[in-house]
């Protein structure tokens, strides 16, 4: 019985074009440490300064677990007040722009007096939930971004605003 030709030549060419083709990286398939410092304003009733720090790690591209650090500047008065939250963040995969957004839950502090002399600070009312939500743009610079952000914490009954520096780690 004679072999088919086809049965030894396909598997033939098929292996040959295997590893003749480039490799294919997907798109986002290393994790990417992010770290990010903002400033901005918060208001209720008055304008008040903050300032904010976000470590995240980027999966995929577009999704980025969070952790933020928001303060009320001290530099804002006597009172001051901070919160810490656990976000959800998403962007889009643009090369220079991305439009990003996040959601937060966490816990904000009560305001903290303190004294003339600085030395002592009490705290006026317990811890309270902290939700926050916002939407955004930033652009890509190398290892680095610039961004800018608006949302609310609505159980606070408070808009945001910031402008965000930050800096890919590690990663692609």
Not at 65 to 88: D, F, H, K, T
Not at 111 to 130: E, F, H, I, K, Y
Not at 140 to 166: I, R
Request: charged share 15%; net charge neutral.
């Amino acid at each position: 019985m004679n072999p088919n030709p086809l049965t030894l030549v396909v598997p033939l060419l098929l292996a040959s074009a295997t590893l003749a083709a480039p490799e294919v990286k997907k798109d986002g398939g290393d994790a990417k440490l992010e770290l990010e410092v903002g400033a901005g304003a918060t208001s209720r009733d008055a304008i008040s300064p903050t300032v904010s720090a976000r470590v995240g790690v980027d999966l995929w591209n577009w999704f980025t677990p969070s952790v933020r650090l928001v303060s009320v500047a001290p530099w804002a008065g006597p009172e001051s007040a901070w919160a810490i939250q656990g976000e959800l963040r998403a962007h889009t995969r643009g090369r220079v722009l991305q439009l990003t957004g996040g959601v937060g839950l966490g816990l904000a502090t009560a305001n903290v007096v303190r004294s003339s002399s600085g030395l002592d600070a009490n705290l006026t009312r317990p811890a309270l939930p902290w939700l926050t939500g916002d939407l955004g743009l930033r652009a890509l610079l190398g290892p680095f971004f610039v961004g800018v952000a608006v949302g609310g914490a609505p159980l606070q009954q408070q808009w945001l605003a910031s402008l965000n520096l930050g800096f890919v780690a590690f990663g692609d």
